[in-house]
Every structure is written in C-alpha cells, then in structure tokens.
C-alpha cells in the first residue's frame, strides 16, 4: 500500500463512468465496550467504459484487504491512498472490462468525537453510536462512492452487543445470535439511496408504540425515561405524512418510518430514508411544559424531514451546487402543510421571521447566489445557510403564488414521478413546472437562483392612480448604484378609503424603473402579505398616508413593515424616525408575532445602537419601550389567567420580554424573580412565561441562583426545560458567574451540539462578551476540539456581538491565523457586518437622540 498525497482542486468528482450498483455494507461494533469499529463492504458496480483504476472515497479509515472481481476471476490490483483528497484508489495491473465487476474492502476505524461520520455519544451513563453522513461523511463510516448521484440499494448488517437496539434505513430481515452471545442483525435491502441518506443507530434505544399512516408504521425511538414524551412527535408525524402523501400523490416511498431522538446531534435533524435522525428537543416534547414556539418549531422541523422522502430521497439532487433543491423545497412544504394542519398556530408568521434573517444576510456582498458551484465538501457545508433554506424557500412561495396553487402543484407532482429513485438538477423542475402551468418558469426564476442578492423596490404614487416602481440591488453598505435587475412580482396592499378594507393589486416589474396605473387608494404597501423577496421603500408622500393606515395592515406586513423599515434606517435609505413611528403606531398591537418583530427592533436598537450612545440615551430608551408598551402587558395581567387562549399568553410573554428585558421595568422584574423561585421550587409556571422571566431573572442572579440553575438543568423534565436552563446560565452578568459558564462549557458536561449554544449567549450578554472572546482565544484548541464542522460557522458569526473596529480586527486577525473548515464564507460576511455597522452606528446614535423623547 501506498501513499499519495498529491491533491488537485479541480479534480474533486470521482470517475462518472464508474457506478454502484449494489452496496452491502456489514460493520461490527460495540460503542459501551470501546470506540473502535471494524467491517467490509462488498460493491457490485458498473463500468461504462474500460477502466485501469477505480477510485472510491473513503476517510480517517484502515482500509485494508481489496479484491476485485471480473465474471468470477479475481483481478490483481494495487492498492493506494490519497488522504488529502479522501480517496482510495485501485490500480488494476490490466484494464477491466467494460460491464460489471465486485469490488470488496475491509476496514476498520474509531467512533469520532464530532458528530459526523459514524460517532459516540452519550446519554447519563449510556453510550451510544449514531450516524450523521450529510453532505459527504458516509466516507468516515465506510469506504464507498460518497457522492449524490451514486445512488445504489444498501443491504446494512451489524455485529453488536446482543442488548442493543439497532436501527437502520429498512426493516430487519433476521437476527441472530451468535455463539459468543453478540446479535448480528441484517436488514432488508433499501430502495436505491445516495451515501449520505445511509443510517445506523446502535445502543440502549426504547420504541414508542406504533401509529399508523395507511401501511406505514410510524415509531419514536429514545433513550430510556423519555419515550414518555414521544406522543407529539407521533401526532406531529402521522398529520404530517397523510398530508404530503396527498400532496404528493404518491405513497410514502419507504417501508418504515422511525424517527429517532439523538442525545446529541450536529444538525437539527437528518432525513435518512425510513429512519429520521433528530435533536431531542426537536422530537420530544411534554404539550403541557412546552411553549408554543417550541411546538411550532418541532412540527416544522419533522414535515421538514418527512417532506424530504419524497423531495431529496426518493428524487435526488445530482450534485451539491442544487442543495437548494432539497433544503428551500422541504422548508416552503412544511410550512404549507403544518399551516394546514394547525391554522390557528399561522406558521406564515414564523416563516416571515426566518426570511427576515435572510434577507439581511442576503444584504451583504459576501451573501452567495441560491444556486452556486460547490466543489469540496468544505463547500457544501458552507451552504447550508438562511440563504439555501429561508431564501429558496422564498422564492419558492414566490413562484408558487405566481404560477397558483393547482398548477404548481401538478408540476412538482411530474416532477417527482419522471426522476423517482434517481436524481435531477433544477432545469428539470422547472420543465416540469412549465409543462404543467404553460408559463415559461425559466426566464423568471433564474436571476432569484443564480444572482446573488435581492432589490429594493421604490414606490412612489401620484394623481390618477400613477404608480412608479424603481428597483436596485439592496446592500447593507452602500456602494452606488448596481446593474443587478430582477423580475420581480409585486403585490400591493391598496387601501379602499374611508376604512372600508383593503384589496390586492399585482404588477410585474421587469426593468430598472416601469410606470403602471393604479385603482385609487387611501393608502398603498409594496409587499402584501410579505409573499416577494424584496425590500419596499416607500416615497415620503405615500409613506405618511401608510403609517396612518398601519392597523389596516395584516399582521404578518406589519411585522415585514417593521424588519424593512429598520433596515432601510440603518442603510441610511430612510430616516431612523420612521421606525419609531411605526413602534409608536403599534403601541396598543395585540398580534403576539407582530409583538415578537418589535421585541427584535428594539433590542437592536438598544444594543449596539443605544449602548454606543452613552447610559443616558440607554436610559430614555429603556423608558420609551416602558411607557409605550408597559400599558399593555398591565392590561393583560402579569400571571396567567385559566382558560384565556395561547396567543393571550404568548402575547403575554412577549411584553414581559420586551417591558422586562428591554424597558427594565421594576414591577417586571420583580415578577421574573418571583416566577423563577416558583418554578426552581418545582411548582408549575405557565411555559411562555417561564422562558422570559428565567432569563430576566439570570441578569442579576447571585451564586445561589447560578447553582439552582445549574442543578435544574441536569435534572429537567424535558429536552426544552435542559436547554432553557442551559441559555439561562449565559445570561448571569457577575464576572465570577460568567468565568463558571465558561468553563463549564469545555468541562465535557455539556452535549457537544449545545457548546457553541452556550458560548454564543455569552457573546451576546454585554457583562460576558470580552471575557468571552479572551476566553475563546485562550483555550481555542480545546474550543476547536468541541465545535463540530458545520457549528464553527455560527461560532463566528456570534463575534459580532463585540462590536467595536478594534474587536473587528482582533477577529479577522485571529480566524485567519485559525481558520475552520467552512468558516471561511462566515468569516468574510461577520467582518462586512462589522463594518457595516461602524459606518452605521454614529448616525444612528444621532438620529435616536433626536427622535426619542427626553
């Protein structure tokens, strides 16, 4: 065996030529007895053409004893690596044949530390192994052709502890046990799969009951003391699969499905096939101790992954350049069909959260086109942002509503249908879409999927219904005009006069700047029902008219109104006082969500805005955000109140938030103390409530309260209640408090998947953010040692929080001299925003002392 270490970037695909067929894939393990795995793999695989070597990928894996055989005959072959390219290579010392051949391999490894691969975990006293392959890990489980379009049947067998629960993509074929009393279980053969989809969970799992949706079996796997809490996700599941099957119009394409609550886990959750990998808190959930949001996001989060069997699994992206394929259509289809299932919960608002994360981040020059060339896994990784999931999705929903509802529907239906068990690139979809609506999807969806960025739309009306809509490229920095164009749809909230209602009106705007004619209106908005992805920059005529008329707006524009409106003040397009008067006009706003926007508005502006500006002008914000909002929240009452609806409580939570946390109202604050102490001293507290007034109550808490957090965190109830009190130790502001979390959180008793959680909040606490970041630069090889690949990202993306030029150059400094796999992207846009914000802050700062009240 040799050794090659040579690499070429632009020779990242392996040879198209050569295909698997068949995979059967056998490993023997035992994670309580020790971290080391062996096993081999046998491959049947076509050779298009003649071939002198094959190459197959594989990782951090002894891979030992390669055959090859040809019609029966053995082929002698050399063997040899290539680690920096992740590749094991086999020479043939003749050329094989055209047609078919075997391949099998040895191999052996170690469970890994950082979540991807085939890795250990734990859970109390209990260890575990899980696997998570996405986007081109399976190589660090076995050696195999670890790339979207090498789609093959697998048939996974496992040699374990015979106490194990073992799950895997397909049912079991048999099991037995074996003269030393381990089990070897073999599972039945998987319909074709790429790599990635492949999974295995190995340890002391328990089952749920089983429901059922038509044929499909429906179970919860966990570890033990938690199937308790499986029943939502169950209920969650079944609604979810009976809907998309209908929308699909095809059955679930697995024989089984499991879903199976992983103790720790780098992704919210994977869409394996038949065997769906998830954060605990994403799966198990008590309905009486979760709050609302957390509800909504775990019904999100697995029709996301259910929608996935069809949209990813069953039709396959061909390379990762089309991840949008998969990620934006699952996360626009489970938003329609949770909102179908749970209208009251108006799951459009959550998205309208998600999109605005987008669009900010879409506003940077290091933002990425939807559809962009990927040509190492580093780079795949990198995609897996806000851009690829809420801006694809948004131009999804954009589409859907342009071509209607039927239409689009029949399309995805073809599509589906005409590449099942294989894979496609976006030009078949948009046939598809084509095919069945009669539009030509192309010429207008291309500039949302291959340019990067989005427009701001500039509306302006005169005398007799004049209408005039301008578009540029948005940009946080300001950098001139751009030559960017989009097709852009618009829809406008026309007011009907004198109160007598609203209507919609569509136009198209194609070209830089178009004229068009209006019915007349008392009022218009340029984004109805937020449905396109852009920004409205309203003229200061029509903007006036608007913000009279702003409760005629729906809830979900007026929490678009107030994300726009700050980024238009913060870019210095409109005048910072515009916003407040959008925050004073929604003063008396009941809408829980449109609540929430204000809640994120104002924290920005306090901080680092009001911060920069000196105690005082901290200080008459703090009593802006009281007097305005204070009414209301002692209106509703302070406590619960039996049999009043959710929204009333969410609604409730998020004045306490906002009074609490932003106006540092005494009477809040008080009530956050009291609330804390009712439920540390294990009495039940109103859950929306509870997650404000913990934090509240953390700011100021003693050493005392610091252990009790610490103390109901190893002993909650539920994944949520873990979590929250885990958030909650980030928020205590004593340096000595601060110097206990950051040490807990390298101490090995926090989950891996929760250390950058925890580290980021203290970021975000102003009395732990330099602390922090010299704690970070200290300990960084231990730091890196605990954040998984796709986590380091968002470690950096949380140094924004400092704030200062100085710290700017500490971090570009610092990452650059420690660079991490797929931070390079998230790098570059932390230092633009960094920058943005020194242009910004000054003026800011200026225009919010001359707007708020003494």
């Not at 948005?474 to 989009?486: I, L, P, T």
């Not at 939570?653 to 932003?662: E, H, I, K, N, Y």
Request: aromatic residues 8%; glycine residues 6%; contains cysteine.
């Amino acid at each position: 065996m040799a050794r090659d270490t040579r690499h070429s970037r632009t020779s990242y695909r392996l040879d198209p030529n050569v295909r698997p067929l068949r995979v059967a894939v056998h490993v023997e393990l035992d994670p309580e007895r020790g971290d080391r795995f062996r096993g081999h793999v046998r491959m049947d695989v076509a050779l298009d053409a003649p071939a002198n070597r094959i190459a197959l990928h594989a990782a951090d894996l002894r891979v030992t004893r390669p055959r090859v055989e040809v019609g029966g005959r053995r082929q002698r072959l050399r063997m040899r690596l290539e680690p920096d390219r992740e590749r094991v290579v086999l020479e043939f010392e003749s050329p094989l044949p055209a047609g078919r051949a075997v391949l099998e391999l040895a191999y052996a490894g170690r469970l890994r530390r950082d979540l991807c691969g085939l890795y250990a975990a734990r859970s109390g006293d209990d260890r575990y192994a899980f696997t998570q392959l996405e986007p081109a890990d399976a190589r660090k489980f076995f050696p195999c052709f670890d790339e979207p379009d090498k789609k093959a049947p697998f048939t996974l067998s496992v040699t374990t502890a015979a106490h194990h629960a073992v799950v895997s993509n397909a049912p079991v074929a048999r099991k037995e046990i074996l003269a030393d009393g381990r089990q070897h279980v073999t599972f039945a053969p998987t319909p074709p799969l790429s790599s990635y989809l492949v999974a295995l969970a190995v340890g002391n799992l328990v089952a749920s009951r089983r429901v059922w949706v038509g044929d499909t079996a429906i179970r919860v796997w966990s570890v033990p003391g938690k199937r308790r809490l499986a029943r939502f996700g169950l209920e969650a599941a079944r609604e979810c699969l009976a809907r998309l099957e209908r929308y699909f119009a095809l059955p679930y394409p697995y024989a089984k499905l499991d879903l199976v609550a992983v103790p720790d886990f780098e992704f919210g959750a994977m869409e394996n096939a038949g065997a769906v990998f998830f954060r605990e808190t994403l799966l198990l959930l008590d309905d009486k101790r979760a709050t609302l949001a957390e509800k909504k996001r775990a019904a999100e989060v697995i029709c996301h992954e259910l929608a996935h069997m069809w949209y990813g699994d069953l039709v396959t992206m061909a390379w990762w350049d089309d991840l949008w394929l998969n990620e934006a259509f699952a996360t626009w289809m489970a938003f329609h069909v949770v909102d179908q299932w749970k209208p009251e919960w108006r799951m459009w608002h959550d998205f309208q959260h998600g999109r605005a994360a987008a669009l900010d981040l879409d506003g940077l020059s290091n933002t990425h086109p939807i559809y962009c060339t990927v040509r190492t896994p580093e780079d795949a990784n990198a995609n897996f942002d806000l851009i690829t999931y809420e801006k694809g999705a948004s131009v999804v929903r954009m589409l859907e509503r342009f071509l209607g509802r039927a239409a689009f529907r029949k399309g995805v239906r073809r599509y589906i249908r005409r590449h099942r068990e294989g894979n496609a690139v976006a030009a078949d979809l948009w046939t598809a879409l084509s095919e069945a609506s009669g539009v030509g999807v192309e010429p207008i969806v291309r500039a949302w999927i291959e340019q990067p960025g989005h427009p701001v739309v500039s509306i302006r009306t005169g005398a007799g219904g004049a209408l005039t809509l301008r578009q540029e490229r948005f940009r946080e920095r300001n950098k001139g005009r751009s030559r960017e164009r989009w097709p852009v749809p618009v829809v406008l909230r026309v007011g009907a006069g004198r109160g007598r209602g609203t209507r919609e009106e569509r136009v198209l705007l194609e070209r830089a700047s178009q004229s068009f004619r209006l019915r007349r209106g008392s009022f218009v908005y340029g984004n109805a029902l937020e449905s396109g992805f852009f920004r409205p920059l309203h003229a200061s005529g029509d903007w006036t008219k608007l913000v009279a008329a702003v409760k005629r707006l729906r809830p979900i524009e007026r929490m678009g109104l107030l994300d726009h409106q700050w980024a238009l003040a913060r870019t210095g397009r409109a005048p910072l006082s515009q916003l407040l008067d959008v925050v004073d006009a929604l003063s008396r706003e009941r809408d829980a969500d449109v609540l929430a926007s204000l809640v994120q508005v104002l924290a920005a502006l306090a901080d680092p805005v009001a911060a920069s500006g000196g105690a005082g002008l901290e200080a008459r914000l703090e009593r802006f955000a009281a007097a305005r909002f204070g009414p209301a929240l002692r209106r509703l009452g302070l406590a619960a109140v039996p049999g009043e609806s959710e929204d009333a409580r969410v609604r409730r939570a998020t004045l306490f938030r906002l009074v609490g946390g932003l106006g540092r109202d005494p009477a809040v604050l008080a009530a956050a103390a009291r609330l804390t102490e009712r439920a540390l001293g294990g009495r039940r507290v109103e859950p929306n409530l509870l997650e404000p007034a913990l934090y509240l109550a953390g700011r100021d808490g003693d050493p005392a309260l610091y252990a009790a957090y610490a103390a109901a965190r190893e002993t909650a109830a539920t994944p949520q209640e873990e979590r929250r009190f885990l958030v909650g130790l980030g928020t205590f502001e004593a340096p000595a408090l601060v110097e206990r979390s950051l040490r807990l959180s390298l101490s090995g008793r926090v989950a891996t998947q929760d250390v950058v959680i925890l580290l980021a909040r203290l970021l975000a606490n102003r009395a732990a953010r330099e602390r922090t970041w010299a704690y970070l630069q200290e300990h960084w090889p231990r730091v890196r040692k605990a954040v998984p690949p796709l986590l380091a990202g968002r470690l950096i993306s949380a140094t924004l929080a400092l704030g200062t030029r100085r710290h700017r150059t500490e971090v570009a400094r610092f990452f650059r001299a420690h660079p991490l796999p797929a931070g390079e992207r998230a790098l570059r846009q932390t230092l633009e925003r960094f920058d943005a914000l020194a242009e910004s802050r000054r003026r800011l700062v200026t225009e919010l002392d001359a707007a708020l009240p003494d």
